[in-house]
């Protein structure tokens, strides 16, 4: 059957290709979208073996969201040859980030949006993306980043980030690390420093830092308006979350984990009289 129906006269600005049980075979679906290579702005990639007909999806002239999950990205991103891009998102087992500067040198500043989401080990060669970003995505808005270890080099990029609105960490050091308590609270006192007066939006769920929340917002001196954490978990934080209310008035909400009694818990009650804590689905 030939797919020439999709060259009609109709612009599509998103296509998603999802293989199902045949990662490889597309027979000539994308193809066809030839003719579609100047009205397509989103391109969603999921589950598929690499393929050259990928080549036209890569090329789009004005491409400029771009979404790949669980796939052999490193050969699509070869494929890779637009300058616009100002959405990335990449979702897989392990993310190798040592094939993935091409993407963000090519993007450069257009790049605004970027999640990268290594679902069950941390990212391999970490160095060369932080520096790949901190040279050449300086206006990233929107940062979701997981299973990232903690250095010098993330809090640098994270500091050069000036524009940066939305920050999501998950997993934040390496579960074959064992810092002490001592380089625990500095590491959460750099981040907190090193947080850009532009930051609105901090999630810090699955972070392992929720113990120290409290020195982090101590030390804070971003207008956060959302702070999402696993617990309030004590007086000490809820405390701090007090005197971070009274002293920056931006923040607005909370997102906390659910547990039983919540609404009792006294530590909840003094929060509460400065923002709204609202419970938050860890499937969201």
């Not at 998103?14 to 293989?19: A, L, Q």
């Not at 393929?51 to 796939?71: G, K």
């Not at 090519?106 to 970490?126: A, H, M, N, P, W």
């Not at 804070?220 to 005197?243: H, Y």
């Amino acid at each position: 059957m030939k797919l020439n129906a999709l060259q009609i006269d109709y612009d599509y600005r998103e296509f998603t290709v999802s293989s199902g049980e045949n990662p490889k075979k597309f027979h000539g679906i994308v193809s066809a979208l030839e003719s579609q290579i100047r009205s397509l702005r989103e391109v969603i990639i999921e589950g598929c073996d690499d393929s050259a007909e990928f080549q036209i999806l890569m090329n789009c002239e004005n491409l400029e969201i771009l979404r790949i999950r669980y796939c052999n990205y490193r050969k699509l991103l070869k494929r890779f040859d637009h300058n616009r891009i100002s959405t990335f998102e990449l979702v897989d087992c392990q993310i190798d980030a040592s094939e993935m500067g091409i993407i963000f040198e090519k993007s450069g500043t257009s790049l605004q949006r970027l999640k990268l989401e290594s679902t069950d080990v941390f990212i391999i060669e970490q160095s060369l993306l932080l520096g790949a970003l901190k040279s050449f995505c300086p206006n990233i808005t929107f940062l979701d980043i997981s299973s990232i270890e903690t250095s010098i080099q993330f809090l640098d990029l994270i500091g050069n980030l000036q524009k940066l609105q939305f920050l999501t960490l998950w997993c934040f050091w390496s579960i074959d690390e064992k810092p002490n308590e001592k380089q625990i609270i500095q590491l959460v006192i750099q981040l907190a420093r090193t947080l850009p007066l532009t930051l609105q939006y901090l999630d810090l769920r699955n972070s392992r830092l929720n113990p120290y929340i409290g020195i982090l917002l101590n030390n804070c001196n971003a207008p956060l308006k959302q702070l999402l954490i696993k617990s309030i978990d004590g007086k000490k934080n809820a405390e701090a979350l007090v005197k971070f209310c009274k002293r920056k008035r931006t923040l607005k909400y909370v997102g906390v984990n659910s547990y039983c009694d919540w609404e009792l818990d006294d530590n909840f009650l003094k929060v509460d009289k400065y923002v709204t804590v609202v419970l938050y689905n860890d499937n969201c």
